[in-house]
C-alpha cells in the first residue's frame, strides 16, 4: 500500500543514569531532504544516520534531532595543568623566602584558577556512541513509518474514489465526440440550404466535409490511452514500493488526454466535462504530492 510522505515519531534508548531521544518529523519534498539537529559530540554521526534513514525512507525532508536525557556519553577527564603548577609553586618559594615564611605554604588558595585543572573531554567512540543511539533512532522509525502507511491508506482511499470520478468524466466526454459531429452535420446542411436557397446541396460534398469534421472530433485514441492510464494508476496504489513519481507521470499524461479531448471536441457541453475532469484532475495531483 502506497505510503504518505507526513509522519512523525519518537525514540529513546535507556543509557545507564541517562538516555537519548530523537524525534523525526517528515513532511512531502521531491527528494530525501535531510536537517539534522545532532549534539556538538555526535557530528560523527551524522552521514551514519543519513545512511540508516536512507535505508528507510526514499522521499520527504526529514527533520531530525537528537537529544541526550541526563548523564550519557563520554564523562570528562580533569587534568592537572603541571607546567602552571610548577610557576604557581616556584612564586609561592620565592614569597616565603622575602617574607620569612618557615611554614610551607599550599596551592589550595589557587585552585579556583580555572587554568590549574583542565576539563579534557576525550574524543567519543562513534562506534560506541552509534550502539547507543541506533535503538533509539529505529523506534522512531517504526513509529514514523506507522504512521505514514495509516495517512497513505487514507490517501488511498481518496484517490481511488477520485479515480472512479475521472473515469466516469473521461467516458463522458468520449461519448460527446459522436453527438459532436451529428450536430455539426446539421449546422453545415442548415447552412448551405440558407446559401443556396434555390439549389439542392451537393450530398457528396456535404458528406466529405462531415467526414473530415469526424475525423478531426474523433477522440478514440485519447479515450484509450487515458484508460489505460487509469488501470496503471490504481494498480500502482496497490504498490507498496514508492510511487509517487510514478503516479504524477500517469496524471501528467491524463492530463495531455484532457486538453487534446477539449481541442477536439469545441462544443459548450463537452467543454463543461472536460473543465470537471481537470479540476478533478488537478485536486489528483494535490493529494499525490504527499504520497512517497
Do not use: N
Given at each position: 500500500m502506497i505510503k504518505s510522505?507526513?509522519?512523525?515519531?519518537?525514540?529513546?534508548?535507556d543509557q545507564g543514569e541517562g538516555s537519548w531521544a530523537v524525534e523525526i518529523k517528515t513532511v512531502n519534498s521531491r527528494y530525501l531532504d535531510f536537517h539534522l539537529r545532532l549534539p556538538p559530540g555526535l557530528?560523527?554521526?551524522?552521514e551514519r544516520i543519513k545512511k540508516f534513514v536512507g535505508n528507510r525512507l526514499t522521499r520527504g525532508r526529514v527533520n531530525l534531532n537528537l537529544s541526550a536525557i541526563g548523564a550519557v556519553g563520554t564523562a570528562p577527564r580533569l587534568v592537572l595543568n603541571k607546567?602552571?603548577?610548577?610557576?604557581?609553586?616556584?612564586?609561592?618559594?620565592?614569597?616565603?623566602?622575602?617574607?620569612?615564611i618557615n611554614q610551607e605554604p599550599g596551592l589550595m588558595p589557587f585552585l579556583h584558577n580555572r587554568d590549574l585543572i583542565l576539563n579534557q573531554e576525550e574524543g567519543p567512540d562513534p562506534e560506541s556512541l552509534w550502539q547507543?543511539?541506533?535503538?533509539?533512532?529505529?523506534?522512531?522509525?517504526?513509529?514514523?513509518?506507522q504512521m505514514r502507511a495509516v495517512e497513505g491508506?487514507?490517501?488511498?482511499?481518496?484517490?481511488?474514489?477520485?479515480?472512479?470520478?475521472?473515469?466516469?468524466?473521461?467516458?463522458q466526454a468520449a461519448a460527446r465526440s459522436p453527438e459532436v459531429v451529428s450536430a455539426y452535420q446539421e449546422r453545415l446542411a442548415e447552412r448551405i440550404a440558407v446559401l443556396i436557397a434555390d439549389t439542392e446541396p451537393d450530398p457528396q460534398r456535404l458528406a466529405l466535409e462531415v467526414a473530415i469534421i469526424a475525423d478531426k472530433a474523433d477522440i478514440t485514441e485519447e479515450?484509450?490511452?487515458?484508460?489505460?492510464?487509469?488501470e496503471q494508476f490504481r494498480a500502482f496504489l496497490q504498490n507498496d514500493d514508492p510511487v509517487g513519481r510514478k503516479l504524477d507521470f500517469l496524471l501528467q499524461e491524463m492530463n495531455r488526454e484532457a486538453n487534446t479531448m477539449g481541442s477536439k471536441t469545441p462544443d459548450a457541453a463537452a467543454g463543461q466535462?472536460?473543465?470537471?475532469?481537470?479540476g478533478e484532475l488537478e485536486r489528483i495531483r494535490e493529494q499525490v504530492q504527499n504520497i512517497e
Open positions: 510522505m507526513t509522519g512523525y515519531g519518537r525514540g529513546q534508548s557530528m560523527s554521526l551524522e607546567p602552571l603548577v610548577r610557576e604557581y609553586q616556584r612564586v609561592l618559594g620565592e614569597l616565603q623566602q622575602e617574607l620569612g547507543q543511539v541506533e535503538p533509539a533512532l529505529s523506534s522512531a522509525l517504526d513509529e514514523l513509518e491508506q487514507t490517501l488511498a482511499d481518496d484517490l481511488a474514489a477520485r479515480l472512479e470520478a475521472v473515469d466516469r468524466l473521461f467516458a479515450a484509450v490511452r487515458a484508460a489505460s492510464h487509469i466535462v472536460i473543465v470537471e475532469l481537470k
